[in-house]
């Protein structure tokens, strides 16, 4: 029984994680258009964090928009971004209104970043980091901030 349950978990475990995607690389019109877009000028790396439409997950991780940006506040703050431009892209961005600033948040209008990097069923969430030569790695589904370190380490 207990090697059962042993075998039982590593398949649960192995098979739950969504692992960081790499080698990849934007080509210049596309590193042109979320520099100029998304005011990515002065440093060398870019950290997006999207959120999928509603639709694609079985919760509505729109509710308490507040709430949501002051626990990514938090989350942030324990992480010590050098160098690192941080923001936020909204799939839904019509029910994104009031926190869509133009400075750290983001609506995904063209869909770009769903239809290139995110369209996924079932992960609500993706991390996406770029480096200033447009190598980038992604993550989709939910992140931790040891992906977010790695993922910073392995573009620098």
Known sequence: MKIFLVILSFFTLSNGSNEIQSDYKLDDSEL??????YDWNKSDLIIINFR?????FWYDSYKNLENSNNWWNKFYSHIDLVNTRNIFIYSDSKIMKSVIDFEKH?????KFFLNKFFNKNNTCFGLLVINKNGNYLVKNGEYTKTDILTMINRLQ
């Open 106 to 110: 983001y609506p995904d209008d063209s």
């Open 52 to 56: 999928e439409p509603r639709d694609n």
């Open 32 to 37: 042109i258009f979320i520099r100029e877009n």
